[in-house]
């Protein structure tokens, strides 16, 4: 048996053709004697229109950003002034955004010393009710590019004690006693004056619940404001809690971590 390789691109077996065909064949085999292989022809998919990829864009980003807000952390809008200089919610100045975390509380509860936002209950809300998740959270989106107001029904302050201790004021000093101890507090402002708080009378914070106060001291409708019918229902249940105040985002000059001193150890 001989063979003989070509040059070119068929080559030429000259010796007996492949066995199992059954029937003679001649003695000289080509590979170009083979039917063309059959290829399947895939149909070009069609792109899909500009719009509707923008459409899942959205869809996928809104999702995201409920997700996000729902369970991790969300954005408030700081109105008021009751938490000045901590926090900017002034007439004629840009009120702060501050970003407000879920995580935390999901392990402890809150301190003292924490800045958090919470649900009005109705005596600090006047029985206003907070809108629905959907509209909830539209407002939500739209008061952090000013396109809409705040809820109303969301608050932010310090807590000052929790539940089982007593809160008072004040001493000679004009400081606030938990438990009969006064409370370090230097993040108060009382806009340059003395240092002079309002008195109220002693309080025992039910269990389950927090005291809470502005850092404006003066200038804040608090847990001191809204006892009623007695004193204690000025307190705010913890299961109102969203979430605890971490930092603030805008404006950008402002931009900082927000600090949550205890002001019944000295910050330790």
Known sequence: MSHRVNDDSSSTWETTPPAGDGAARSSSYSYDDEPAPRFSKKKAKKKQPFWKELLVIFSVALLLTVVIQTFIARVFVIPSASMETTLHGCTGCVNDKVLVEKITYL???????DVIVFRGPPN????????????????????????????????????????????ECCDDQGRVLVDGKPLDEPYLNFGGGPRQQDSF???????????????????????????????????????NVVGKARVIVIPVGRWGTISDFNPQTGGK
């Open 107 to 113: 392990f402890r509860d809150p301190q003292p010393g």
């Open 124 to 167: 600090w809300t006047g029985g206003k009710q907070p809108p629905n998740f959907v509209t909830g959270t539209l407002q939500d989106l739209g008061s952090m590019v000013n396109l809409s107001e705040p809820s109303g029904t969301d608050f932010i302050k310090r807590v000052i004690a929790v539940g089982g201790q007593t809160v």
């Open 201 to 239: 009378e002693k309080v025992t914070v039910p269990a389950g619940k927090l005291w809470v106060m502005g850092d404006n001291r003066n200038n804040s409708s608090d847990s001191r404001k809204h006892g009623d019918p007695t004193p204690a229902d000025g307190a705010i249940p913890i299961d």
